[in-house]
């Protein structure tokens, strides 16, 4: 930890924080609970300051509205500007948000998650059965990883792909929402956002000309009172979902099995009594898969005392938020599968702009997590896991375990 005497300083640069953050992020939400980051940007760390600011249509998502000269990311969006900022509805403010958003939402709607319900179980089917042919595996490359992957590629109805070459491209485009980057990561994300753009380029192209019953078709025809997305305005949605559609899910299944293996009597909660209503729930607030969320202020924001100047970017800790004991009380730091208001957690966000994928997420967890604990309840982990390296969509880049 880089502090003085009376002073903390969030450092996710800190040997250990990857495997374990919640220490520091508990020393500085208590010290320091809106804080300004040596990287220029503002950190907010309690439960009721990230729930407000989440919210407050006076914060926005577009990077246009940031003064540049206030930190050091300027080069990561210099690099990335050559390339045309993404229009994806994650990174724009309503009206036009509200507009892109209603055409790609038609695709989500409860119904339709819900009808994906027999096809995921077989997926995790199949996958825990070549698992269990092997007697032991690594369960992020094989569940995990995979599951969600296959899931918004069938939904989108993408064509068969080089899995691994996108795996790394998605790689190096979500790093850059972590908060410090080096030059590297800099440059291969640029490398990756062309290599990605045009994928994603092609294969609208392809599907243009071959439409299906998928949701990329039902995009590319989507119309709301004549309204149409322009072409950039469409690979940028679909590109958001299909990053976002794997690039997080992973760590809930993944994280969420290693949290579960470490912790037996949470574990045999699911094996002898099935998965409480509020399981997935409190394991998405206790591994918080995506645990920074930004804002930009676009006029000076007072807070806890501090003044926070227009043009600033606003990190909004969602997984200090999530094991803050101000809101969640002394077993704020107890993994509790039956907690009773579990799913109050931010990790989908809030306001506007609330994870489009969170019942999504939630069934293929819920699929994987159940069918995972049914069937070999007795795993153990062997080794220590890999963790991925990433600060923000923070999760396991393996974990082997043996399943006899
Ligand atoms: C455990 C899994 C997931 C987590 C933790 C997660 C988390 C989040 C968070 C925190 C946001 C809001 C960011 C903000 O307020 O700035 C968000 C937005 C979004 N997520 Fe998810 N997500 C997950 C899975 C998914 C899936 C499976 C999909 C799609 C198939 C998806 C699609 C989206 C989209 C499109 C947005 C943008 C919504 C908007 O800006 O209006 N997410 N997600």
């Known amino acids: 930890m880089t502090d003085t005497a009376d002073q903390v300083f969030f450092n996710p640069l800190e040997p250990g924080y990857i495997e374990n953050p919640w220490p520091h992020l508990a020393e500085v939400r208590a010290a320091d609970p809106v804080h300004h980051l040596l990287t220029g940007q503002w950190g907010l760390f309690r439960y009721d300051d990230v729930f407000t600011v989440l919210r407050d249509p006076e914060l926005s998502v577009d990077d246009a509205n ?44 409860p119904r339709t998650i819900q009808a994906l319900r027999p096809r995921i179980q077989e997926m995790v089917d199949e996958m825990l059965d070549q698992m269990a042919a092997d007697g032991h595996a690594d369960v992020v490359d094989r569940l995990a990883f995979p599951l969600p992957f296959d899931v918004i590629a069938e939904m989108l109805g993408m064509p068969e792909s080089d899995k691994e070459s996108i795996k790394v491209w998605s790689g190096d485009l979500v790093k850059t929402l972590d908060p410090v980057l080096t ?3 800099i440059l291969a994300a640029r490398s990756s956002a062309e290599k990605m753009n045009a994928l994603i380029d092609d294969v609208i192209e392809w599907k243009t000309a071959n439409p299906a019953d998928d949701l990329l ?72 898969p995506v645990q920074i969320s930004r804002r930009v202020a676009t006029a000076d ?42 799913g109050q957690h931010v990790s989908f966000g809030s306001g506007v702009h609330y994870c489009l994928g969170a019942s999504l997420a939630k069934l293929e967890a819920e699929v994987a997590i159940g069918s995972f604990v049914q069937r070999f309840g007795q795993a153990d982990i062997v080794g220590e896991p890999v963790w991925n390296g990433r600060i923000n969509l923070r999760g396991l880049e393996s974990l082997i375990v043996d399943l006899t």
């Open 183 to 185: 030059d590297d990561e």
């Open 66 to 109: 940031a003064d540049l000269t206030m930190l050091d990311r300027s080069r990561l969006l210099e690099e990335l500007d050559e390339l045309e900022p993404s229009r994806s509805i994650l990174g724009i403010d309503p009206p036009d948000h509200t507009r892109l958003r209603r055409l790609v939402s038609k695709a989500f709607t």
């Open 301 to 342: 924001l007072a807070l806890r005392g501090k003044q926070i100047p227009k043009g600033t970017f606003v990190l909004t800790s969602l997984a200090a938020a999530n094991h803050d004991p101000e809101f969640w009380g002394d077993t704020a730091e107890t993994l509790d599968l039956h907690r009773e208001n579990a």
């Open 217 to 288: 078709t039902a995009m590319i025809d989507a119309e709301d009172g004549g309204d149409r997305m322009s072409k950039k305005e469409l690979r940028d949605q679909v590109q958001l979902l299909f990053v976002a559609g794997h690039e997080t899910t992973v760590n809930l299944i993944g994280t969420g099995l290693y949290e579960l293996l470490k912790h037996p009597d949470q574990l045999a909660i699911i094996r002898d009594q099935g998965m409480p209503a509020t399981a997935i729930d409190e394991l998405l607030r206790w591994v918080s």
